[in-house]
């Protein structure tokens, strides 16, 4: 069988899992770049520790290299994009730019590339890079949400829990309202579904239209990380209950002290920020009387009331699904966006929250709550930046 070049660029946890299974395929020959953790992951490998893919010591890809140019060598089928969104720090086509140049482009065809990160549009940048190459094709980019709770907890080393989803579907630009995929577009994401290690491992879902799906995973990272962020404590802060007198210790927990006030009040900040992301999406938090749905309706993007778009049950359900996923003992998972801040690494601030909060007022519509927690946000940012700036100067 002959097998295909791909190159996953960034080995964090998302980027660790996803090229793992990649690499247990016999169709992938696999090139990773790991940029912060390259000599640990050369000399020692990656250490897995997951509840879905067992411990794993010691693994390494085919290749590792220290930087894009380094990889600027092969034909790759897919470039797989693992690094996090941050493009007041760097844009993505600066990161592609040795792929996105002479002599890669003189030698080499633009293979099709896949965004592993979180946050909205944030294909554009790249989609108008590759069509000022001047080549005939239109670009090839896979978007998608990726729900995994992995943490890189140190340099080399990933601890994953029991859950792995990765949908995937094709950008079209300016584009939320085609619902088939074209035999060509459906091709490129079963070939691309069937390079992960027995797909069902890897729980690759393919969408025929894949902006809903990415607005609503991050639907879930406004609403989470904006907790986790601005307050400082993992979701089982909210959601685990406290341990009884026979449990295993653990922590943190819901006190019961002032759980109810929690309950009360913190919950419906929860469910008021999700109903602004739902009537971005579709015009309606479903609360609203019929008049007032009308009037918004048509300046929000237009997602429809159903299981392939938001449906009516999305909050309770998510909330719900969430309580479950974060009252287990044995979860200790926080959103990466919290990590990043206790790590002093930038955030995504931007993809996340300013992308939507420009969304809504392109659209006119109100989102009061997450405007909030953007203008948090961007200071908690500001300040990281500002430190790494300082730190590097006091290294010169």
């Known amino acids: 069988m002959v097998k295909q070049d791909i190159l996953v660029v960034g080995m964090g946890a998302v980027g660790t899992i996803y090229a ?35 411990d794993v010591k010691g693994w390494k890809p085919d290749r590792v290299l220290d930087s894009v140019s380094s990889a600027a060598d092969t034909q790759y089928s897919y470039v797989i994009l693992a690094t996090k969104c941050i493009p007041e720090i760097i844009k993505t086509p600066q990161i592609l730019a040795p792929l996105l140049s002479s002599p890669y482009c003189d030698q080499f065809n633009q293979p099709t590339y896949v965004l592993l990160q979180n946050g909205l549009n944030i294909e554009v940048d790249l989609y ?8 005939p094709e239109e670009p090839r980019i896979v978007n998608t949400g990726v729900y995994v709770f992995a943490n890189l907890i140190e340099p080399n080393v990933v601890e994953h829990g029991p859950y792995a989803r ?24 079963d070939e691309l579904g069937d390079m992960f290690h027995r797909r069902q491992d890897s729980n690759v879902n393919i969408f025929p239209e894949i902006q809903r799906q990415k607005f609503t995973k991050n639907i879930l990272n406004i609403v989470y990380a904006s907790l986790a962020c601005l307050t400082r404590c993992s979701l089982a802060s909210i959601f685990r209950p406290a341990p009884g007198p026979t449990d295993i210790a653990y922590e943190p927990y819901l006190e019961p002290a ?11 900040w929860m469910k008021d920020i999700f109903k602004e992301c739902i009537r971005l999406g ?8 019929l008049f007032f749905r009308s009037r918004i309706l048509g300046h929000a993007i237009g997602f429809p009331d159903s299981e392939d778009g938001l449906p009516s049950d999305f909050v309770d359900k998510n909330i719900k699904d969430t309580e479950k996923n974060y009252a287990s003992p044995y979860v200790n998972h926080k959103p990466s966006t919290l990590l990043d801040i206790e790590n002093g690494a930038p955030i995504e601030v931007e993809p996340i929250w300013g992308e939507a909060v420009r969304m809504a007022r392109e659209r006119s519509v109100d989102v009061p709550r997450i405007e909030m927690a953007y203008a948090s946000l961007l200071l908690v940012q500001n300040q990281i930046i500002r430190r790494i700036k300082s730190a590097k100067q006091l290294e010169q």
Do not use: W
């Open 20 to 54: 793992y299974s990649l690499y247990r395929s016999d169709k992938v020959r696999l090139t990773v770049v790991a940029r912060g953790n390259y000599e640990l992951i050369k000399e020692h490998g990656m250490h897995i520790k997951s509840q879905r893919f067992g």
């Open 258 to 268: 002032t759980a109810a006030r929690v309950n009360e009040i913190t919950r419906k």
């Open 166 to 189: 990765l949908d995937i579907g094709v950008y079209r630009p300016n584009d939320f309202t085609t619902t088939i995929n074209s035999p060509e577009e459906q091709r490129l994401l």
């Open 128 to 135: 108008h890079a590759i069509k000022a190459l001047g080549k």
């Open 282 to 289: 579709t015009g309606s938090d479903r609360a609203h009387s």
